[in-house]
């Protein structure tokens, strides 16, 4: 029994020192762990632990944890006071970043629209430019984020400075261009339908840069509509303005027609048109040349226009001196017919004007020349000094009345020799007066070589030797040497026959027909 109470005390012994060493073994443990703590909490706060080791020396173990308990807590709130601490600090950093993130990504944003709105305005890819400066700027749905580091926003801010030099120049050199196009549509006339193609472009003009912001109307297509167009109205206007300069040259000649002047030669179509088409002149200077020499010219003519409207009279004189010898010389003019009556009365009022022609041509020369002296200048008419005209028209005048008077001459020496002609051999049926001398009337021939002959027909006299050729040739020898030879014709048939005194009148008929002859050519010359 006492063995079974030892074993049991020794159960108890053994198991209150195993309760020790386990309590012991917990103690050395936990002021181990605590030491370590201590350790680490001093070791991240940066702090020593020297006078820990000398007191844990010669203190128990409850005496240590006791001793430890304190300093661990104290630096337990050190550390959660150094954490919270850093954990602020953290946060207000992050808080920075944040906003500075915020502030880049509205940058970022900012400079990408203003990119976005100059590319629509001047009609760029937008793709295009923000991928020269970075990719993700217009690639963010792959789960890539938007990029906005320093370069990426000083890229950004190098294309928006670059885009807007860009507006600026093209604003500068499309208002140029929609000024030109004002001035053409103004000058052109140009409809509303044409106007209203490039009706976006009315604002650029007195628009600030910042406030143009359509949609393309900045874009290289659109300058070069417009350039296009106001190349077109260019054109049109030059090709305009040579129609009218050729339209005013067209009238200046008319004006140089009616008062029968030479035009500027400067300013011939011909000349005009290629030195417009040339380029080399503008067709305004032109156009101001041109219209400087109508009023020219119209001062020429108002000053021309006395002696002009003489001209005229005399000219409408000469014409109806020409309707009146072309009157005269028809057979039928006095003929029963349809308006003879009308024609009389015109003759008879031709007659009278043409016998005031001399005193016309007269007092036309006298007033030329009273107009001469007092510009110091020939009066020319068609390019031709009108004195010129005059004198050799009186000239002309002249020698036509010198001819006339011939003629007539001509005329009564042919009828005396007829007169003669009838009295040797009788009278005989003549035809018609309009085609006589064309026809062989009654067997006889024209030329005197047959069996009868013809008086040939009268010829419109020549001046000087003309007349006289023409009786030498035409008229004494052939109708005499006919006389003759008729008469020399009769003598050797009727030589054994009675009326031998009818061949001997026909001699002396022949002498006396060539002494008028030499007489009337003595008279002549």
Not at 394 to 423: F, G, H, I, N, P
Request: hydrophobic share 35%.
């Amino acid at each position: 029994m006492l063995s079974e109470i030892e074993r049991e005390c020794l159960k108890v012994y053994q198991k209150k020192v195993d309760d020790a060493s386990r309590a012991k073994t917990q103690l050395l443990q936990s002021l181990a762990a605590k030491e370590a703590e201590v350790a680490a909490l001093l070791a991240s706060l940066g702090e020593h632990m020297l006078h820990l080791k000398k007191d844990s020396k010669m203190a128990s173990l409850k005496e240590q944890l006791a001793t430890v308990a304190p300093l661990l807590n104290d630096l337990r709130a050190k550390k959660e006071e150094r954490i919270k601490q850093k954990l602020n600090q953290y946060q207000a950093d992050f808080r920075a970043l944040q906003k500075e993130r915020s502030d880049r990504l509205q940058k970022v944003l900012e400079y990408v629209n203003e990119v976005h709105s100059l590319c629509g305005v001047l009609g760029l890819d937008f793709r295009k430019t923000v991928d020269e400066v970075h990719p993700s700027l217009h690639e963010t749905g792959s789960g890539q984020s938007t990029n906005i580091s320093n370069n990426t926003l000083e890229g950004l801010a190098q294309a928006v400075q670059k885009l807007k030099a860009e507006r600026k120049l093209r604003i500068e050199k499309l208002r140029e261009t929609v000024r030109s196009l004002f001035q053409l549509w103004k000058l052109m006339d140009s409809s509303d339908e044409e106007r209203r193609r490039f009706g976006r472009l009315t604002s650029i003009i007195q628009s600030p840069e910042e406030t143009i912001t359509s949609s393309g109307v900045l874009s290289q297509e659109m300058i070069d509509q417009t350039e296009a167009e106001v190349e077109r109205l260019t054109k049109l206007k030059a090709k305009r303005l040579k129609e009218l300069v050729l339209k005013r040259r067209s009238e200046l000649e008319e004006i140089c027609k009616r008062a029968h002047v030479e035009p500027d030669i400067s300013t011939a179509p011909e000349k005009t048109s290629a030195l417009i088409d040339s380029g080399l002149v503008d067709p305004s200077e032109l156009l101001a040349n041109i219209e400087a020499q109508i009023v020219k010219a119209k001062e020429e003519a108002l000053g021309r226009k006395e002696i002009m409207d003489r001209i005229n009279k005399w000219l409408a004189a000469s014409d109806e001196e020409k309707w009146l010898e072309e009157y005269n010389k028809d057979e039928n003019r006095y003929s029963a017919s349809r308006g003879t009556h009308i024609n009389l009365k015109r003759a008879e009022r031709a007659r009278i004007t043409v016998t005031k022609i001399p005193a016309m041509v007269d007092n036309l020369m006298s007033k030329t020349f009273a107009w001469e002296d007092e510009r110091n200048m020939p009066f020319l008419y068609d390019g031709v000094r009108l004195v010129s005209i005059l004198e050799e028209y009186k000239l002309t005048r002249q020698q036509k009345e010198e001819e006339k008077r011939r003629y007539r001459d001509q005329k009564k020496l042919q009828a005396l020799l007829l007169t003669e002609k009838e009295a040797m051999f009788g009278s005989r049926p003549s035809p018609k007066k309009n085609n006589s001398f064309n026809r062989k009337p009654n067997g006889y021939y024209a030329n005197g070589n047959g069996n009868g002959f013809m008086t040939p027909s009268p010829r419109r006299l020549s001046v000087g030797s003309a007349t006289l050729n023409f009786l030498h040739r035409d008229l004494i020898p052939d109708d005499i040497m006919a006389v003759r030879n008729q008469s020399l014709h009769c003598k050797s048939k009727s030589k054994y026959l009675p009326g031998q005194g009818r061949v001997a009148a026909v001699e002396l008929r022949v002498r006396s027909l060539l002494w008028m002859y030499s007489s009337c050519l003595l008279c002549i010359v």
